[in-house]
């Protein structure tokens, strides 16, 4: 039982390239989510997926996309990289029974 | 904009003492949530509260909510080295089924 995993675990890019970030539970959770980090900072809301087939924008959509591929897995696309995406990329996926969350490693992403 | 505020934003304490870290908020919840996040890792859940109720207790935790002043309160007694971490308030309402992460609380536990 592996949890929550993400790939790539680093990544740097140029402006304007683009890239998918993967995440992929094996808890049999309905719902995921991708949030970013900042540092310092806490953690913000890019988009969620309350269910396999759906998805919704969080407070930072901008710049992004998703795909919920299936109940596994639930990717992040950005499709032309900005400075401002640099951050630290975390997966989340939840159990509805006791409304926690469980995160993926990270992706730490540098755009240059 | 973020739900959560965590009071103070850090804190330095020695080992065996007790740290105590704040979190406020703006609206309505169903649960508040404390997570920790050790450096470069993912957060790792450590408790749940629910609306109706005021303290519960894990281990070396204690968290109070007060839903009339919109506060919770976590607190680890005695605490150890390995306890330093970021640790992050989480607000969630069912409606739209998502966490709202405040800004969190380092705590550094010197040996």
């Known amino acids: 039982n592996a949890g929550v995993t993400q790939t790539p675990k680093f990544q740097v890019l140029k402006t304007g390239q683009s890239m998918t970030l993967q995440c992929a539970q094996d808890m049999n959770h309905n719902s995921m989510y991708w949030y970013r980090q900042d540092p310092g900072m806490g953690l913000r809301l890019i988009y969620y997926?309350?269910?396999?087939?759906?998805?919704d924008k969080g407070e930072v959509p901008n710049g992004y996309n998703v795909s919920r591929l299936n109940k596994r897995e639930f990717s992040l696309r950005l499709e032309s990289a900005a400075p401002s995406q640099t951050s630290v990329y975390f997966c989340?996926?939840?159990?509805?029974?006791?409304?926690?969350?469980?995160f993926g490693p990270g992706t730490r992403l540098t755009v240059l | 904009s973020q739900q959560g505020e965590e009071d103070p934003q850090a804190l330095s304490i020695q080992e065996g003492e007790n740290a105590t870290m704040n979190c406020s908020y703006k609206t309505s919840i169903n649960n508040l949530q404390w997570y920790r996040q050790n450096s470069g890792r993912g957060l790792v859940h450590l408790i749940l509260i629910r609306s109706n109720e005021r303290e519960k207790h894990s281990g070396r935790l204690r968290v109070t909510l007060d839903t009339s002043k919109k506060s919770s309160s976590l607190l680890i007694t005695a605490s150890r080295a390995a306890d330093t971490a970021s640790y992050f308030c989480?607000?969630?309402?069912?409606?739209?089924?998502?966490?709202?992460f405040g800004g969190g609380t380092r705590v550094l536990v010197k040996p």
């Open positions: 989480a607000t969630f309402k069912a409606a739209g089924n998502k966490l709202t």
């Open positions: 989340a996926s939840t159990d509805l029974v006791a409304d926690t969350q469980y």
């Open positions: 997926s309350a269910s396999e087939g759906t998805t």
